[in-house]
Structures are given as C-alpha cells and as structure tokens.
C-alpha cells in the first residue's frame, strides 16, 4: 500500500482547511525539492527543511527508499507539507513549480579516493537531473552538493545552456560545509564561540582549491605561521578527515545536511527579500580569469546579485591561489568537456 501522501498530489489536495503557500506569521512559503533525499546527507537534510518555517511545500526525491523516509518525515508536527517521488518516472512531478532545488544525488568517496574520483558516475547524475530542470522548473534557484563540485557545477551550466535556462545567478555549488568547518576550527585556536567567527572560504570545493582567507577573519586575529600551517591543512582536509574516520562507510553527511541547510536558509531568506545577505558558494564569476570560483556573494530575490572582491590577500594565500587556480582551471574544463563532447 503506498501512503497517501506518497501520491503526486495537485496543490491544495493534501487538506482542505489550510493554505500550503504561506508560512506560519503570513510569509511567503516556499516550495523545495530535494534530489536524492533518501542518501546520507538527503534524509537529514529532509528532516532539517521539514523544520523551516520558510518551506512550505517539501518535494522529496530519489531512485530508492523515497516511500519510507517521506512517510516518516511526514509525521513531524512542522509546518511543511511533505511529498514523495521515486525513479525517473516521478521527476518531472517532483520538480514541477519549485523554488529551490537542492541535490546531493550520487555516490560519496571511501578512504583513498578523491572527489574528482567519484566523476564518471556523477556527471551523468547530474546532468540527468539538470535536464529535468531545465524542463520543469527552469526558473528554480539550484544548489548543487553533488562532487566533484568543481565540475558538477561547469555541467549543470553547459545543460542549461544547451536547453537554453541558463541563468548563472540561479546555479550555486554549496562550499558552505567549507566555511562551516573553518569557523569551527579558527574558533578552537581561538578559544571562542564558532557563532561569533566568520572565515571567508574562496576558491573550489577539492584539496588545495579550498582557501581559507585567514587574513580576512573576524573577530580579527593574527596567527602565527603554524597555526596557519595547521588551520589551512585542516580546512582543506576535512572532508577527507570525516572519510577516514568513517572507514568506508561514506563521507561528511550530518554536517554536511546542517550546512546545507544553512545555505538554503540564506538562498530562501533572499528569495523573500531580505537584504544584507552574504554567503560563500562557487558560482559563475569575474573574480579571477576562471569562469567559476568561490567567493563571498550577496544574494537576493534573483540569486546571486553580487560577487564581493576577494579583498586584500597575504603572500601565502595569493600563493595558495595560484595553485587553487590550476587545479580548478582543469576540473571545470573536465565538467565542460564532458557535456560538449
Ligand atoms: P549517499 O550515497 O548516502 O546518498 C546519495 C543518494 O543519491 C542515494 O540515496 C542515491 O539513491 C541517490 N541517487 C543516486 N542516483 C540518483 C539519481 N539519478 N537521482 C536521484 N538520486 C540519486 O551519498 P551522500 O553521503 O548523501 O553524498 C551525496 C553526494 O554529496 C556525494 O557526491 C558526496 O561526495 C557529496 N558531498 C558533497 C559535499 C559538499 O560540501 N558539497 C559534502 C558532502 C558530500
Ligand atoms: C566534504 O567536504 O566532506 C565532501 O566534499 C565529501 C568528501 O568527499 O570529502
């Protein structure tokens, strides 16, 4: 028997008493799928934007096990209407009318391998995905989690440009985990609440394309040259620390829910129009000669409305930009290419 709610539904059929286009306090709700919710990072991430008060309607997406977590979901006594959708048949349904699409579909590294490991499968996720995208909710804003970041997000371009979407300030590839992290740990050396510390975290998603802007933290500090040693190593590693420690068992998933749902907080929260919001996330930019990189940008009803400069640099972090720089330069070509050829 598949639980009612499982049912592609047309607005309003879920009850009759209430209106699902509105959040609590009479804001605009909106309408979130979420692409590959049944994963390690989706089911948590599901049940977090079950919690926001933004998030009116709750699209729920998978190849497997969409029935049961939807329906579990489902009982939280928030104010979201939840949905499920299973395999390719339902992602139209899925995807139809949405605001905000977020996807962490595909497979997560085990120890020894690296991100852009994982490309063969997940480009072809990806670009499926997008192209039901394109199709269904062409206007929806994405955030892309899938790796290898660096040229997940190139893909999902070269898609919409071929469907002929493409709108660069709606497409974001989410490094807020980068960010989440590097307060984390500055606020360890520092001895201070990680609420109080912002760490501006540029470049890509990938090893040494992760660059932690030490010189631009608040509060202020300087550092010596070896707790920069330790911080940057740390930053750039600590999706490969979570790896390790889970010996096979997959990758960064609770964290990474928890950031991901910070960064569609600040994607919804513009949407309504609040002002002043600024957010890391690696998205078309001038910033630098590479056609995308990551960089503090403020958001807003469109998207990204604006790409901040990458303000005053140090010598070991124009260095570490060098390198970053190279390094990206070849995994978006790789995206790129990938859709071309
Ligand atoms: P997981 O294997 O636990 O979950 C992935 C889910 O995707 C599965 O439920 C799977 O059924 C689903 N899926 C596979 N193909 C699909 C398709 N065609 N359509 C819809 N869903 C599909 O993996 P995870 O731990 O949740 O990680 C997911 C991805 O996120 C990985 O690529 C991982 O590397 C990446 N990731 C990115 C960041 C980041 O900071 N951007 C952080 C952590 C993980
Ligand atoms: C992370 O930073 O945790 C993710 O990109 C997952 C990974 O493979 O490290």
Same mark, same amino acid.
């Given at each position: /028997? ?12 879920? !009850? $009759? /008493?209430?209106?699902?286009c /509105? ?5 605009p709700?909106?309408?979130v799928?979420?692409l590959?919710?049944?994963g390690?990072i ?9 919690m926001n008060?933004?998030v ?9 096990n969409t029935?049961g977590v939807?329906?579990?979901i ?17 992602l139209?349904?899925a $995807?139809t009318?949405?605001d905000?699409v977020?996807?962490p579909?595909g497979?997560?590294?085990?120890? *020894?391998?690296t ?10 996720i ?9 199709? !269904? !909710?062409?206007?929806?804003?994405v ?8 040229s997940?997000?190139p893909?999902?371009a ?5 469907a *002929? ?6 497409l974001?590839?989410?490094t807020m985990l980068d960010?989440? /992290? ?12 990680p ?9 890509g ?5 992760i660059?932690?802007?030490? +010189? ?7 550092f ?10 740390r930053i750039q ?6 790896? @390790?420690a ?9 964290s ?6 910070k960064?569609?907080?600040?994607c919804?929260?513009?949407l309504? *129009?609040d002002?002043?919001?600024? @957010? !890391?996330?690696?998205?078309?930019s001038?910033?630098?000669e590479l ?7 403020r958001?807003?009803r469109? *998207?990204?409305? @604006? ?7 140090n010598d ?5 930009? @060098?390198?970053a720089?190279?390094e990206?330069?070849?995994?978006i070509?790789?995206?790129? +290419?990938f859709?071309r050829?």
């Open positions: /028997r598949i639980a009612r709610h499982f049912l592609p539904q047309a607005e309003g059929d879920v !009850c $009759l /008493r209430r209106s699902h /509105r959040a609590k306090g009479g804001a709700g909106f309408k799928a979420i590959g919710a049944a390690g989706g089911q948590p991430l599901a049940m977090l934007m079950k008060p933004l009116s309607v709750l699209h729920l997406y998978d190849v497997v029935p939807t329906a579990d489902s009982h939280m006594d928030t104010g979201a209407v939840v949905r499920g959708f299973l395999g390719q048949q339902q139209a349904d $995807l009318g949405v905000l977020i996807i579909a497979v997560p590294r085990k120890p *020894g391998m991100r852009d490991d994982l490309f063969n499968i997940n480009a072809g990806v670009k499926t995905l997008c192209e039901a995208i394109a199709k !269904c !909710c062409p206007k929806a804003i955030n892309l989690i899938s790796n290898p970041v660096n997940t997000v893909i999902a070269e898609v919409f440009k071929r *002929g979407t493409y709108d660069p300030k709606r974001l590839g989410v960010v989440v /992290r590097a307060n984390t740990f500055v606020a360890e050396v520092l001895g201070v609440d609420r109080d510390v912002d760490v501006p975290v540029v470049g998603h990938a090893g040494i394309t660059l932690p802007l030490l +010189s631009q933290v608040k509060p202020p500090f300087s010596t040259p070896k707790e920069i040693e330790y911080l940057s190593d590693n600590g999706g490969t620390e979570v790896v @390790e889970k010996a096979g068992a997959g990758s960064a998933t609770l990474m829910a928890y950031a991901a749902v960064f569609a907080d600040a919804l929260r513009a309504r *129009g002002a002043g919001i600024i @957010e !890391c996330a690696y998205v078309a001038q910033v630098t056609p995308f990189f990551a960089s503090k940008a958001l807003g469109g *998207g990204v409305e @604006e790409i901040l400069p990458l303000g005053p640099l070991y972090e124009r260095e570490g930009l @060098e390198k720089k190279k990206l330069a070849a995994s070509e790789k995206g790129i +290419s859709i050829k």
